[in-house]
């Protein structure tokens, strides 16, 4: 299992095992028990994940604009290389400092809570955010609720590692940095929640939802102190006025359905065959 040193640089260890053994004889002077830890540090979990999705979102708004900027300086048949030297930067990050972010941010996250035991090393969620902000600051055809899940998760394994959490707690804090980027990078704290105790967590129970619920909703506050209160999306107001739609509404679902398979096809055919190459 990856130590806490692993997150945290070896010139800092001295200083994060005296915030730990502050933060611990604390608990222990008003008689707090284990659970109020848990929740206290998911209350760092959410206002870090709040604070990383803006972070984030400020990188890959840097990353496109000065790649705009570059576009407009370049030829028209020059312009595929925008994308291509996107990737190939973020390609070089993930090989040579964190390999894990090649992954999608969600299987990487569920691959780490059952197979690592909820380890993330911490440089992973830094690697993450500059190939993220390279590759859709590029043009990349990807999202950010991948990376900021990813981020988030990695936060929450690498304080879980610096305080020797269990196994459990470790991922029930993985669990907390999923909820708190899903719920800051789209001003949705119930999705965020529902997101990470179904697909993270697997687990509806009282003793792991609280812990989730602070964290996106003290990370969605964080993200709407900055960015104010309004929807990500703005979706026009439709109307079902015949009853014919309905059947072009079908027709659309199964065209979805078949895209989107043939699109992961794609994706795991072209990354399986990079794969062999290396």
Not at 9 to 31: C, D, I, M, Y
Not at 69 to 80: C, D, F, H, T
Request: aromatic share 12%.
């Amino acid at each position: 299992m990856a130590k806490s040193s692993d997150f945290v640089p070896q010139s800092a260890q001295r200083v994060t095992r005296r915030l730990k053994g502050r933060a611990l004889r604390f608990f222990v002077r008003f008689n707090l028990t284990e659970n109020h830890f848990l929740v206290a540090m998911a209350i760092v979990v959410g206002i870090g994940g709040g604070f990383g999705s803006i972070l984030f979102q400020r990188l890959l708004d840097l990353t496109t604009f000065w790649l705009s900027e570059l576009g407009q300086i370049l030829p028209s048949y020059a312009l595929p290389l925008i994308p291509a030297i996107g990737g190939l930067a973020a390609g070089l990050l993930v090989f040579f400092f964190a390999q894990e972010a090649k992954e999608a941010g969600v299987s990487e996250v569920m691959n780490a809570i059952v197979t690592r035991q909820g380890v993330i090393r911490g440089r992973v969620g830094v690697v993450k955010a500059l190939a993220s902000a390279l590759t859709l600051g590029s043009g990349g055809s990807a999202g950010s609720e991948g990376p900021i899940i990813q981020i988030g998760a990695a936060w929450g394994s690498g304080l879980g590692q610096i305080f020797k959490f269990s196994e459990n707690n470790l991922k029930l804090l993985i669990a907390c940095g999923s909820a708190a980027g899903i719920s800051a990078i789209f001003n949705a704290p119930i999705a965020g929640v529902l997101f990470a105790l179904e697909v993270i967590l697997g687990d509806f129970t009282i003793a792991v939802f609280t812990p989730v619920v602070v964290s996106s909703v003290l990370s969605a506050v964080v993200a709407q102190a900055y960015r104010g209160d309004r929807p990500v999306f703005e979706v026009p107001d439709y109307h079902f006025v015949k009853e014919f739609e309905l059947g072009w509404f079908n027709l659309l679902a199964v065209l979805a359905v078949i895209v989107g398979v043939l699109f992961i096809l794609k994706m795991y055919g072209v990354e399986d065959f990079f794969e062999k190459i290396d």
